[in-house]
């Protein structure tokens, strides 16, 4: 429960996931490399218990917390794009009226499906495996 105090923006994304991983690698990079107070959590490598939170609604899509507020999906992302300058701009577009509700709507429906039935698969491959 300790994580909960943590004076900056906690963002929790699917390391499994090629693509989810390869897109927040981008971003920690950047905010690593200018000191931002953004701490990037990997689904599988935490207890999301202890947050309130589950792998199955994570991996759903794009989860932030931020002064203990959770956002989720385009929402979580326009959040992200705040804490970093380089990324301001896309915060500002997708903060547009209409243009947040058309975002999310392709992002949950679209994208975020394609995601989360990409995970299932391999999660489903990977227990045959073993």
């Known amino acids: 429960m300790s994580d909960h105090n943590i004076p900056y923006t906690t963002v929790f994304f699917n390391g499994d996931c090629k693509i989810c991983n390869k897109e927040i690698c981008v971003y920690q990079t950047y905010g690593a490399g200018r000191g931002l107070p953004i701490d990037f959590k990997d689904i599988n490598a935490i207890d999301l218990a202890a947050f309130g939170l589950t792998r199955n609604e994570t991996a759903r899509q794009l989860h932030v917390i931020k002064n203990y507020e959770l956002f989720k999906g385009v929402k979580a992302f326009v959040v992200l794009w705040n804490e970093m300058p380089r990324y301001r701009f896309l915060a500002k577009i997708f903060s547009l009226p209409g243009v947040t509700n058309v975002a999310q709507f392709f992002y949950y ?22």
Not at 109 to 130: C, N, T, V
Request: aromatic content about 10%; charged content about 35%; cysteine-free.
């Open 109 to 130: 429906h679209i994208i975020a499906r394609y995601l989360y039935a990409r995970d299932i698969k391999r999660l489903k491959k990977q227990r045959s495996i073993l």
